[in-house]
């Protein structure tokens, strides 16, 4: 009989290789489907999560150990070698439970033949010892051994240093991208006190609707299932508490989120708007836009809107207040999406930073005089932050406003005018934020 936990750690391997899925979609899916008991669905996630994210260390091994180019192996063979490398580098399992239990999933996955090939291979990697071992013996130094002895891409490891300005904080800021994240709630419309009776969990030091859950099932919770409570990063949850918090000159009737999908910030923001307020939320993509409506399906004058901002689907100046979470590399939640860091390119940057910048242009038309936008994007890589903040502000109509004074509470997060949050920090994804007011 197969192993059925290491079979389903295939199974996602092969759908994120093959499928383009989403890791953290698809493993609950299958956890659930199979049932697997605690210990078993447990290991099958530390292994799925684990090669994903340490794809690029396994393929450097499996490089010197395999005759031809990793890109000529079927694709199967490959993912089960990765799976393999993975148990005998990181993991603290034997080498031939290791080993015999990948040759036993290729022998049925695959067929005998690619079986002898994964039995020989992954003999080689066992002899050449753990992590550390090989890192000594395939020789990296500098930012490539940084980059293999932390699970990213060299170019994620510059971008890093950029971002922080420095060392100090590097090798830790990468570290915390490979660490299992807690699950965030947020309290949208009940009190905090009550989610934490309900859940079990610990308030969240940084948002005043944020609780932490050490582990567990969210979706077992009534207050989830009705709406009263989301899944929800404490980063995320200020991001949004950024704009309703940003100073305002004159009235407050009107707020925006211009690319809302999924709708996570627009359920908080009409959560805890002032009375009066009227909240338009609005995305491209008419899925996610129906997804922005299922997160208001309770709340009062909001309205959803199928759009795309840079088309100004509203009259300029028609808003108060306008959020921008805009779309980005996200890799500020590699924690969550360990696939999306060899996904990802540094050529997926530009073309990124330069539709950020048409929506920002677009969120300051959509602003009247002496309003504010909150640009926000869930990577700190500055080509997509400080970069296109920086842009918009050598406009002569702009003016940056500090971020760290509205979150007093949140040490570190001060990014020059802008705010930063990491994960080695604060526990939240790397979420960027900068707040802009159009002065005239």
Not at 249 to 266: F, H, I, Q, T, V
Request: charged fraction near 25%; aromatic fraction near 4%; include cysteine.
């Amino acid at each position: 009989m197969l192993d059925g936990a290491r079979l389903t750690a295939y199974d996602v391997l092969d759908a994120v290789s093959s499928r383009q899925a989403f890791a953290n979609l698809l493993l609950p899916q299958l956890l659930r489907e199979r049932q697997l008991d605690e210990r078993d669905a447990a290991f099958t996630t530390q292994l799925a999560y684990g090669a994903l994210r340490a794809q690029g260390t396994l393929d450097s091994i499996l490089t010197g150990l395999v005759s031809r180019p990793l890109a000529e192996l079927d694709p199967r063979v490959l993912d089960l070698l990765r799976l393999g490398t993975y148990q005998l580098i990181d993991l603290r399992v034997p080498a031939h439970a290791a080993v015999d239990t990948t040759v036993d999933l290729t022998r049925a996955i695959v067929g005998t033949g690619a079986s002898g090939l994964v039995n020989a291979v992954l003999r080689k990697v066992a002899a050449g010892g753990d992590r550390a071992a090989w890192l000594v013996a395939l020789g990296a130094e500098g930012d490539q051994r940084l980059a293999l002895a932390t699970d990213h891409p060299r170019w994620i490891v510059e971008a890093w240093r950029d971002a922080l300005g420095g060392d100090d904080e590097l090798e830790p800021a990468l570290l915390a991208d490979d660490v299992a994240p807690e699950v965030h709630l947020v309290a949208r419309r009940m009190a905090r006190e009550e989610l934490l009776d309900e859940s079990g969990g610990e308030p969240g030091p940084w948002s005043p609707y944020a609780v932490r859950l050490g582990g567990g099932d969210p979706g077992r919770l009534a207050s989830v299932r009705t709406g009263k409570a989301a899944v929800q990063d404490e980063g995320s949850q200020l991001a949004a508490l950024l704009l309703t918090r940003a100073p305002l000159e004159g009235r407050d009737a009107a707020w925006l989120d211009m690319c809302a999908g999924p709708g996570g910030k627009s359920g908080l923001l009409a959560a805890t708007r002032p009375d009066g307020v009227r909240l338009v939320a609005a995305d491209r993509a008419p899925h996610r836009a129906d997804l922005v409506r299922q997160a208001l399906r309770d709340e009062e004058d909001t309205e959803v809107l199928a759009a795309d901002g840079r088309q100004l689907p509203w009259e300029p100046g028609s808003f108060d207040r306008v959020l921008l979470d805009a779309p980005c590399t996200g890799l500020g939640a590699l924690r969550r999406r360990p696939e999306v860091r060899w996904r990802r390119t540094a050529d997926d940057v530009e073309p990124l930073a330069e539709l950020q910048t048409q929506l920002l242009d677009s969120a300051l038309q959509s602003v009247r005089v002496g309003g504010v936008v909150a640009y926000v994007t869930c990577s700190p890589h500055t080509a997509e932050t400080v970069d296109v903040v920086d842009a918009a502000a050598r406009r002569d109509d702009v003016e940056v406003l500090p971020v760290a004074p509205l979150f007093p509470d949140v040490p570190g997060v001060a990014r020059g005018d802008h705010g930063q949050l990491w994960p080695h920090r604060h526990g939240t994804d790397a979420m960027f934020m900068a707040l802009l007011r159009r002065t005239r």
